[in-house]
């Protein structure tokens, strides 16, 4: 996957692709609203859950509740 960002003519050809009416002024908006998803996501890939559980493994109903600090 490449890093560099999408621009406002390829958000208008991906929209016109997908078959999805795009006005010219919203091209700016989506393709900064997709690179800021697109950083947010690379972030997350970077993170390491080690020995992190899937979530089905957890079941609130068992947590014990403390009021304790």
């Known amino acids: 996957m490449s890093s560099a960002e999408l621009t406002p003519p390829e958000v208008a050809r991906w929209a016109a692709r997908a078959g999805l009416p795009l006005p010219a002024d919203r091209h700016a ?25 899937p979530a089905p493994a957890y079941h609130a109903e068992q947590e014990m509740h403390d009021a304790a600090v």
């Open 29 to 53: 908006a989506v393709a900064a609203t997709a690179n800021h998803i697109h950083s947010v996501v690379a972030v997350l890939r970077e993170l390491d859950f080690g020995d992190t559980p």
